[in-house]
């Protein structure tokens, strides 16, 4: 009795021990990968709508961890750093996709696991460097792929975006995940506008002010230096900074399409650089961007989907606020700008034209949550805060000033500046801060702004930003912002890389590492500061996190720059 009880027992627990290793097989573990913060202020603009149709359309991508990333510095400074014996000596892009290629393992296991839900091989895709396994199916698969819910969510501009709260992924390869698009991010760029809404007309210049001049222009300003405090053109970028007259230039802005379609995003959340078709929330058609075939010596069209040369400077509009996705996507954009740096493309944006606010001018208040702008925590500006880029701020003449006095902050608008809650401070700027700190020590606590002196400052630079006369369908209007400044030194870096290659050299590329190396490059920025939430940065003898470096001079940039390697 007793032993057949046993046996009993024994086939019983056998049994139970077999459907369990059954039910494993059947459905393996997944765990929560990544989850919507639940006071993350940027989602609550985005109104649910309802459930996303199954049977929708959906191409998703897994961004695979890639490899190499903690060497990210070491490789910069390697080709950057004026006193590397490397300096100039740029990757190609197959060097780049080889050596930040996720591992074998991390691909042949992701694509197992899809095999395993029931995929068929067809559907799925990756680029060459293997960094992101593309997934075209429905939004059906996908939310039982990744045990999530899929909603509509709309905003107030009529633009419509697809989201879920949470998803999940395989625990066994949750490690090579870096992550998954679109899932929680709230990306405007992933949004599509509403059957029969408008677009809006100049919608990415909201933030920046326009201002109508007469029909006819200001006669002479295009020659004269004696409007530079009022109207920004040619002229006066020639006084204030030595920068030859280009036809089509800065201070010759010229937007005729009104369109906020205009191809200014660099695709860089995709596994390819390429043109995400739809500048959602910014308007740039100047300096820089490959497709700009009123530059000389750019290639018309738009760029390939592929890893590709461009003109080698690209000028990105400043996104949004550093919180408004989440760490890992900012992360994942941060590694692909240094990447475009190691093969030799400079990479430039306005550091935000809502000074130590975000780009709406709010700050973030206690509970997480919007403040109006006049108190909070400061909000820092997204890509200024990747490490490896060059943010620049905006300055002005002062006002009736001549370009013979020093600019001081622009006051038209307040210019972004601070310091990175995300980005760890890179190398090229810690002599730079740690002197801000020991002499101009703002006394903010850590309620206020990460002050713990280790995070990633910006701007790098400032650059005349207020004012220029530009013509916008047709018309002649005077535009401000850090979106100007940042194109004019786009511009002064296309003009220096046509210098170096008329000798044989390379690009510039990422420039940081000499821009801090040589301070007599610059004019020192000391009057106004960058402020928003109540409080704000003064810009101080040095760099600070209102003007950066201060000001430069084309003609000693170039000086600096043809004598490198
Ligand atoms: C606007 O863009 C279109 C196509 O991109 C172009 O053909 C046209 O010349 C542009 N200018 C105006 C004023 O429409
Ligand atoms: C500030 O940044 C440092 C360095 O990245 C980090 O260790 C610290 O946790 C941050 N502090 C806050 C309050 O976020
Ligand atoms: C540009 O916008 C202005 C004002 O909003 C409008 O009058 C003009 O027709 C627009 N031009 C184009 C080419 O869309």
């Given at each position: 009795m007793v032993f057949s009880m046993a046996a009993w027992l024994c086939a019983v627990l056998s049994v139970a021990t077999l459907v369990h290793g059954l039910g494993r097989a059947e459905t393996p573990t997944k765990v929560v990968h990544e989850k919507r913060n639940t006071v993350t202020r940027v989602h609550d603009k985005w109104i649910k709508k309802g459930r996303a149709e199954a049977s929708a359309p959906l191409t998703l991508r897994i961004g695979l961890k890639q490899r190499n990333l903690e060497r990210a510095e070491e490789f910069m400074n390697a080709v950057s750093h004026p006193r590397s014996e490397t300096y100039g000596k740029h990757w190609t892009p197959e060097e780049v996709a080889e050596a930040f290629a996720p591992s074998d393992e991390a691909v042949a296991e992701t694509e197992q696991w899809l095999i395993d839900e029931g995929i068929a091989t067809e559907l799925v895709s990756k680029g060459s460097d293997r960094a992101w396994i593309r997934l075209h199916t429905t939004v059906g698969v996908v939310e039982t792929l990744l045990d999530a819910v899929y909603d509509v969510y709309e905003n107030e501009d009529g633009l419509q975006i697809i989201a879920c709260g949470s998803y999940s992924v395989l625990a066994a390869i949750r490690g090579h995940i870096d992550l998954i698009v679109p899932t929680v991010q709230f990306d405007e760029r992933e949004s599509v506008w509403k059957p029969g809404v408008e677009k809006p007309n100049m919608k990415g210049l909201s933030s920046a002010k326009i201002k109508k001049l007469p029909p006819s222009g200001i006669p002479g300003v295009d020659s004269s230096e004696s409007f530079c405090s009022d109207v920004m053109a040619s002229a006066c970028l020639q006084a204030l900074y030595n920068m030859p007259m280009v036809k089509g230039g800065a201070g010759e802005l010229t937007l005729e399409n009104n369109s906020t379609d205009m191809p200014i995003f660099l695709d860089v959340v995709g596994d390819v650089f390429c043109d995400s078709g739809r500048g959602a929330t910014g308007l740039f058609s100047h300096?820089?961007?490959?497709?700009?075939?009123?530059?000389?010596g750019a290639p018309a069209g738009p760029p390939p989907c592929s890893l590709y040369r461009t003109t080698g400077v690209i000028v990105l509009p400043h996104r949004n606020s550093e919180d408004a996705f989440p760490a890992s996507y900012q992360a994942r954009q941060c590694s692909e700008y240094m990447k475009l740096g190691l093969m030799g493309v400079t990479v430039v944006s306005g550091s935000g034209d809502a000074g130590t606010a975000g780009l709406g001018g709010q700050c973030v208040g206690r509970d997480g949550t919007d403040t109006p702008g006049e108190y909070g925590r400061f909000t820092p500006v997204f890509p200024n805060t990747c490490p490896w880029i060059t943010s620049v701020g905006g300055t002005a003449l002062p006002q009736g000033g001549s370009v013979g006095d020093r600019e001081i902050m622009a006051y038209e608008f307040q210019s972004g500046g601070g310091f990175s809650d995300m980005f760890r401070q890179p190398a090229y700027q810690a002599n730079a801060v740690k002197k801000y700190y020991d002499d101009h020590d703002p006394g903010y606590d850590a309620s206020q702004y990460n002050?713990?002196?280790?995070v990633r400052g910006y701007p790098d630079v400032a650059l005349a930003s207020q004012n220029y006369q530009a013509v916008i369908g047709g018309e002649k209007v005077a535009v401000s912002g850090t979106w100007v400044s940042s194109s004019i030194l786009g511009e002064m870096i296309l003009m220096i890389n046509r210098e170096r290659t008329k000798v044989g050299k390379g690009p510039v590329g990422f420039m940081n590492t000499v821009l801090y190396e040589h301070p007599e490059l610059f004019v020192d920025v000391v009057k106004g500061g960058s402020r928003g939430c109540g409080f704000g940065f003064d810009a101080v003898d040095g760099w600070d996190p209102a003007s950066g470096l201060g000001t430069t001079d084309y003609e000693m940039l170039k000086k600096v720059f043809m004598a490198l390697p």
């Open positions: 300096a820089g961007y490959p497709d700009q075939a009123a530059l000389p002050n713990s002196r280790r």
